[in-house]
């Protein structure tokens, strides 16, 4: 509450109130594939299994996005993100398309475009009815001349702005619509063209429709519709806010009122559905980047910085399906991923082997890269699907074992010796020499342990550089790196000056002291863990001048123990036998 104080002129102090740097959420991936329904192009948060299938549909018998999702929530994954994949520019029927069926107004003109949810054949299975509603009726209860735009009517009921209406006695009749509605007035868009009479029973008829739609078992009905879009039933955004099967349009026709309603249909279907499959190429999965509301394929990420890992299975089920899609097309695929992720603060990318992998095609896959924002993933392993064996990309795993390990550790927590659930064996087994060649060269391996399960075995990038060979420690460095350019945004325009600098240092190093209290950072001490400098030797007076500012952060993260030298020794009768290494 405000003091009390004498007459005269105060000052108070309205400090800009900062909100404290926070890590926030990572491991959350995006599936790249190919499904039945869904949006194209545009990645959607899942949340479980059951909400992936109500989204995209059954997964496809020969396609791997199914499996990955199941092994991304098998391993006890949280939120992810999906992102449909199709061939959108091509020849008719190679390209996805969208079923659709026109409406025909009582003049024969087209006056509503359905049009499935999303593009695919699925839509050719969408059944639709249109329905004219039981009239609403009312009548009269003043006189209402010729000219007059306003009637009184006993009831209002069904009477809304964008009602189309039918005014008739026993003589005449008037189609019109409702502009307006005030108690019992109504006013009409249009002027009387007749004199109507209370006493001589004049009607004032409502008309709507409803609109049914059907797809296997699931059924919607939207009621008491109108095209007029003054109507707060207007077809267009109730049909497109609340359905789940459909989006209309209502195309607005220059037809009289009388004929403006949609003809009656009962189940038709809509066609001109397909999928997009036929000769899916590695464009499809790069796709591009042409601005705002035209961004395809992996450049339709561009906008979504809570996506921190990408995963894309279906390449592999993609390069199986289509004779044109060539290894060089994968390795291209691969190539655009990884440069997504280098060109962003906090993404990284998990790439699979080509499918048949063995020991040597994997040392030859791997020279193919050298980024520190990926890693590889070998081999392929075998999952239970409906009862059978199918061999898959592991990448999906391997993306719940992240998830979970930020999740209950963080994200400087190394995902490797982790149980892959959700899988019943490997493609390929390694020899531990095998295994030890493919781990040095950056190829991380999965393994099995007998009772202690199979295990992924491997955290390192595709990296030739040593400070960035563990995939956490990267990791680990971009999220400090993303929070820190997120939450440092209202440095902007501010005063660049010694306040600011203090104000800044003191910022990051809580931030970082956090962080290093949490177990991210090494250090005997917080000063051997990090360190913050914002001053006038990080901030010389040209850089000022420009508008610059600086501050230097340097980091000690720690780093996953990959190697455990045990050296024993045994003493017979007082001779030390020599030491063994193991």
């Known amino acids: 509450m405000r003091q009390v104080r004498a007459p005269g002129v105060y000052f108070e102090p309205n400090e800009q109130r900062i909100a404290p740097l926070e890590l926030g959420q990572t491991g959350v991936p995006v599936f790249l594939g190919i499904t039945r329904r869904g949006p194209l192009d545009r990645p959607v948060l899942v949340t479980s299994e059951a909400q992936f299938v ?207 309603g949609p003809m009656a249909l009962q189940r038709v279907r809509l066609t001109g559905g397909t999928d997009g499959l036929d000769g899916l190429g590695p464009q499809d999965f790069i796709g591009h980047d042409r601005g705002p509301g035209d961004r395809r394929g992996l450049m339709g990420l561009v906008e979504y910085e809570q996506i921190d890992v990408v995963v894309m299975p279906d390449l592999m089920s993609a390069f199986q399906r289509s004779e044109s899609f060539s290894l060089r097309g994968v390795e291209a695929v691969q190539e655009a991923a990884i440069s997504l992720c280098e060109n962003s603060l906090n993404r990284f990318a998990l790439l699979d082997m080509p499918p048949g992998c063995d020991y040597e095609e994997a040392q030859r896959w791997r020279r193919h890269f050298d980024s520190d924002k990926a890693a590889l993933y070998f081999p392929w392993v075998v999952v239970l699907d409906k009862g059978r064996r199918r061999t898959v990309p592991p990448t999906g795993h391997v993306a719940g074992i992240i998830a979970r390990g930020d999740r209950e550790v963080g994200v400087h927590k190394a995902p490797a010796n982790a149980v892959v659930e959700g899988i019943v064996d490997l493609d390929v087994l390694l020899r531990d020499v095998h295994l030890g060649i493919l781990n040095d060269i950056g190829v991380n391996c999965m393994r099995p342990f007998g009772p202690r399960g199979l295990r992924l075995w491997g955290a390192r990038t595709v990296s030739s550089d040593p400070e960035w060979r563990y995939v956490n420690v990267r990791r680990t460095v971009s999220a400090i790196k993303a929070a820190i350019n997120r939450g440092m945004q209202w440095v902007v325009f501010e005063t660049n000056d010694q306040r600011l600098w203090k104000q800044i240092e003191r910022e990051v190093a809580i931030f970082l002291g956090r962080l290093y209290s949490q177990g991210m950072l090494a250090g005997e001490t917080a000063e051997e863990a990090f360190v913050v400098r914002c001053d006038a030797e990080t901030n010389p007076g040209d850089s000022i001048d420009r508008g610059m500012l600086t501050t230097l952060i340097g980091l000690s993260v720690t780093r996953p123990l990959e190697f455990i030298v045990f050296r024993l020794t045994q003493h017979l009768e007082s001779e030390a036998q020599s030491a063994e290494e193991v």
């Open 54 to 260: 109500e989204v995209f549909g059954e997964p496809l018998p020969d396609g791997y996005l199914g499996a990955a999702v199941h092994g991304f929530y098998a391993n006890h994954g949280e939120d992810c993100y999906v992102l449909r994949v199709a061939r959108v520019e091509g020849p008719p029927g190679q390209a996805a398309g969208t079923a659709t069926y026109a409406v025909l107004d009582g003049g024969g003109e087209e006056t509503l475009l359905l049009e499935a949810l999303d593009p695919g054949t699925w839509g050719n299975h969408v059944v639709v009815s249109i329905v004219p509603t039981t009239p609403n009726r009312t009548f009269l209860t003043l006189d209402a001349d010729k000219g007059a735009i306003t009637i009184t009517v006993k009831s209002t009921h069904g009477l809304t702005p964008g009602t189309r209406v039918q005014i008739h006695d026993s003589q005449n009749t008037q189609w019109t619509i409702v502009r307006s509605v005030h108690g019992k007035r109504v006013t009409l868009t249009d002027p009387l063209s007749h004199d109507f009479s209370s006493s001589a029973l004049t009607y004032v008829v409502a008309h709507a429709f409803d609109l049914v739609a059907r797809e296997d078992d699931r059924e919607e009905r939207h009621s008491g519709l109108s095209l007029s879009g003054a109507s707060p039933r207007f077809v267009e955004r109730i049909v497109n806010e609340n359905s789940a099967l459909l989006r209309c349009r209502a195309t607005r026709p220059d037809t009289p009122v009388e004929q403006a």
